[in-house]
């Protein structure tokens, strides 16, 4: 991997089975990221007929009944105290308002949109994890974090003829998303991550239920078609999970973790072909802004950890 100017080069794996573990990383991360971005493409596809918080809830309803059959099958509890902890309750509180406002951005605005502004979650982590956390994060880092906002203002471009306000809504789902993955650190080893993912997707079900009903939006029963988009959302979200466990298992976590950007690259391809967007030259310029300074901090931290 070749480093961003004025960063570190990655120093490559001592052996040749971290290198080979190094690549089945990153292959896997690829393929979590295209089964994610695939994943959004079909929720874009059932908002025009079913309404996006009653895609959350069941697709919630039906994450939290396939993890439960994999605990069972494995043998594993369905139930710890450990669930009872302050983090996790704020992990699942988290993960289901982060869902309940990115389907429906996914929805309602251009899915390379809604792709780019996630791809900032990292930053918003480094940031955070310094202000609440007592992480150290040097000058370097910050420059990067706030070119990375800088990026983000260039996508929305507040106050332009062009900007939607429904952009906030993946605005929102990103910042929701980051306080996920900022109480995930710390959690006890006894929390799998299947575990922490059913009760995730459990969290969703009353949170899409809550939205769907304050805003009065009638239930609408989906046809077979619809089920089969439905069915095959579940099926690339849970694969895309599973590939990224096994990628963050193994080799040079810095390596595979710059691959999460590939998601971007997989959007931009399905919302040509798919729905015929053609991002401008400033939504571009933003999301080449926001991918360098993410990977930037990626490799600035792997730096430090090393010594």
Excluded: H, N
């Amino acid at each position: 991997m070749t480093a961003l100017p004025g960063a570190a080069p990655v120093p490559p794996p001592k052996t040749g089975g971290e290198t080979r573990a190094t690549l089945r990383g990153c292959a896997l991360m690829c393929l979590s990221m295209a089964c994610f971005a695939v994943e959004d493409a079909l929720i874009k596809t059932l908002g025009g007929t079913i309404p996006p918080a009653q895609i959350v809830w069941l697709l919630g309803l039906g994450g939290t009944l396939v993890l439960a059959l994999v605990l069972k099958a494995t043998g594993k509890p369905l139930w710890v105290p450990e669930l009872r902890s302050r983090r996790v309750v704020l992990r699942s509180a988290a993960d289901a308002v982060g869902a309940s406002l990115f389907v429906p951005a996914v929805v309602l605005i251009p899915l390379a949109t809604a792709s780019a502004v996630i791809q900032a979650t990292p930053l918003v982590v480094a940031m955070s994890a310094a202000l609440f956390l007592g992480a150290t994060v040097g000058w370097r880092r910050w420059a990067a974090i706030l070119v990375g906002f800088g990026g983000v203002l260039l996508i929305l471009r507040p106050g332009a003829d062009s900007f939607d306000p429904a952009v906030l809504l993946a605005v929102g789902g990103m910042v929701a998303l980051a306080a996920r993955d900022l109480a995930t650190r710390g959690l006890p080893a006894e929390l799998s991550g299947v575990l922490l993912s059913m009760l995730a997707f459990a969290a969703i079900v009353p949170a899409g239920l809550a939205v769907q009903l304050a805003l009065g939006v009638p239930f609408v029963l989906p046809d077979a078609g619809e089920w089969a988009k439905l069915g095959g959302c579940l099926g690339f979200g849970l694969i895309g999970y599973l590939a990224i466990v096994g990628a963050t298992r193994a080799g040079d976590l810095a390596v595979i973790s710059s691959f999460r950007y590939s998601r971007m690259l997989f959007a931009l391809i399905l919302a040509a072909i798919f729905f015929g967007e053609r991002p401008d030259l400033w939504t571009l310029v933003g999301i080449a802004v926001i991918v360098g300074a993410g990977l930037y901090t990626l490799i600035r931290e792997a730096r430090l950890a090393r010594g």
